[in-house]
């Protein structure tokens, strides 16, 4: 981890916890590095920088100027170039750039906000850290909760913790003299779709900037693993790195991670596909549930995320790959989000006057949906085309708190229209579906950085990569949504590379029916875990009745699953930190 603070005034060194080491400090300006996190610290002329960056390079041991070469080529382009500067900087990164000549302190993080990093604006001047511990907060913020709620386990705009906040990606903060300003220096609007490409072109484009991709992010010597669900995502990394190994073109894998679970669809198959395609190490992490117990005590991780009940089976996926000399994971997450499956190019189409191709389209979401025509269409596709009003009305209608969220809370903190914004696009005619991408991206910042915490692990997203995402934003609709087989683009690149019986599959594991059940084997648990419960404090929770929605859940009724999960989820974690855990857990 990492730490910046300036202030507009020289002050006395604060204390410092948990292995935090001050590197650098001259009275306005201090800044250091933690063992939580690989992270660096530079200097050039007047610049002093500390930060993450990933991909890295080493470069020799100079005083300041050692850790990290690509740090210090982000410093160099930042004093030259300015923030046109940050456009072009390599992989992901987030940090704190200090210029001691015109006493301003600059905070960036990378376009798809992959690496976390917070602030927090006092008087005496303004902290940064990609580690919400070193805050110190201590007060909850209503609004984190209510996001975490309606959003279904992330927050885009807050964190936990009142008064610190996540800087936006894509983003780069500026603080001088107590003042602070944000200015975008990435978005998705800079990338405009066109229809000028063939799919040939595609097919090449998209696998040269996938193997850059992945090349930049499996490390020598096997010490990268990958997560195989048996997905097209998952399944898609490890079959494009292990097929550049086979030829010499990167680094082999040191093998796989599978997570099995008797409950859900049967993923076994396409997973055996993969491994036995290219001779892959598979490791099996069988039947674990949301809190099930490992016999050590529950991690205490710098912010809550909506699958952190599934500690112990992180840790074990930890523990495996630290065993096998790894050091990193390479996950899928990428094309849902640029890849999505939305019927909302349908809507743009329409108000351009395509009816036959319109009408066709609509056909095949009514069919994707299982639903009628026309209330599918109403809702999905016409719907969008009025008042982002309208949207929300008839999203509202559907839209029931359940009876354990207090009634106060949700009313103060608009808890119900919330819940039906976060399913509304506001675009401009034309614009829903890149919109809906947008908001999409934005969504994944705020997910990415918790997936999967493991102790010692770096966690790597190559479908991420600045550069293939840029690239896919720019394709037309055929390439990147179809409701009968999603993320056409992808399947087209990956024949001959995945095996046949991956690249045709159309259907996802489903976890809920696992996690339904571990409601039920649980419910000691999360009694003495709502006995005290701290979102009950705060005024959010009204603990018998979530008791009693759980055991609906738990019995397969319908309930409100889809909000209790995360709900729960955030109050073990608050649990976890903020009270005795022997105690509850």
Not at 144 to 163: H, N, P, Q, T, Y
Not at 365 to 381: F, G, Q, T
């Amino acid at each position: 981890m990492f730490f910046a603070e300036a202030t507009t005034s020289a002050t006395s060194p604060a204390e410092r916890s948990g292995g935090v080491a001050e590197l650098y400090s001259d009275g306005l300006f201090r800044a250091g590095v933690g063992p939580a996190r690989p992270a660096a610290m530079c200097s050039h002329n007047s610049f002093v920088a500390v930060g993450s960056v990933y991909p890295r390079a080493e470069v020799p041991k100079a005083g300041l100027d050692h850790l990290d070469g690509n740090l210090r080529e982000m410093i160099q382009r930042l004093a030259t170039r300015g923030l046109d500067g940050l456009v072009d900087s390599p992989g992901e990164f987030a940090v704190a750039v200090w210029n001691s000549a015109s006493q301003e302190l600059i905070a960036a993080r990378d376009p798809l906000g992959v690496r976390p990093l917070f602030y927090a604006i006092s008087a005496r001047g303004i902290m940064l850290s990609d580690d919400l511990d070193y805050f110190r907060a201590t007060k909850i913020d209503p609004d984190f909760v209510c996001d975490f709620i309606a959003l279904r386990g992330i927050s885009k705009e807050k964190s936990i913790w009142d008064g610190v906040a996540p800087v936006p990606p894509g983003t780069a903060l500026r603080w001088h003299a107590g003042g602070v300003s944000f200015q975008r220096y990435w978005s998705t609007v800079q990338f405009p779709r066109t229809d000028n490409i063939t799919a040939g072109d595609a097919i090449s484009d998209f696998t040269s900037l996938l193997e850059a991709s992945l090349r930049a992010r499996v490390s020598p010597r096997r010490a990268t693993w990958a997560h195989l669900s048996g997905g097209l995502d998952s399944s898609a990394v490890v079959s494009f790195a292990s097929r550049m190994a086979a030829v010499g073109a990167g680094s082999a894998l040191g093998g796989t991670v599978t997570f099995v679970d008797g409950l859900t669809d049967d993923q076994s198959g396409f997973v055996r596909d993969v491994s036995t395609m290219y001779g892959l190490r598979n490791e099996q992490v069988i039947e674990f549930w949301p809190w099930r117990s490992d016999s050590e005590p529950p991690p205490k991780t710098d912010q809550p995320y909506r699958d952190y009940p599934f500690y112990a089976r992180d840790r074990l996926v930890g523990q495996i790959v630290r065993e096998s000399g790894g050091d990193s994971i390479l996950s899928g997450i990428g094309p849902d989000y640029y890849f999505p499956t939305t019927p909302l190019h349908i809507a743009d189409s329409l108000r351009t006057g395509h009816w036959a191709g319109t009408m066709r389209a609509m056909l095949a979401w009514s069919v994707a949906r299982r639903a009628k025509l026309w209330s599918a269409a109403a809702r999905d596709i016409i719907a969008p085309l009025g008042p982002h009003w309208l949207s929300a009305r008839l999203h509202s209608v559907h839209t029931r708190l359940p009876r354990w969220i207090r009634p106060q809370f949700a009313a103060r903190h608009e808890l119900r229209r919330r819940c039906a914004m976060s399913q509304v696009v506001v675009a401009e005619p034309g614009g829903l579906y890149d919109q809906a991408v947008r908001e999409s991206l934005t969504r994944a910042a705020s997910s990415v950085p918790t997936w999967c915490q493991t102790e010692g692990i770096d966690i790597r997203h190559p479908l991420l990569d600045r550069r293939l995402v840029e690239f896919c934003l720019t394709l037309p609709y055929r390439m990147r949504t179809d409701f009968e087989a999603p993320k056409p683009l992808l399947r087209l690149a990956s024949k001959h590379i995945l095996p046949d019986s991956v690249r045709a599959r159309v259907t996802k594991a489903v976890a809920e029916p696992r996690m339904r059940w571990a409601l039920g084997r649980e419910r000691p648990l999360l009694s003495r875990l709502l006995s005290s419960a701290i979102l009950a404090d705060i005024g959010c929770i009204e603990p018998r009745a979530l008791l009693d929605d759980i055991d609906e859940c738990a019995r397969g009724r319908e309930g409100s699953f889809g909000v209790l999960y995360p709900t729960l989820s955030l109050e073990t974690w608050l649990a976890v930190k903020m009270a005795p855990v022997g105690r509850l857990l």
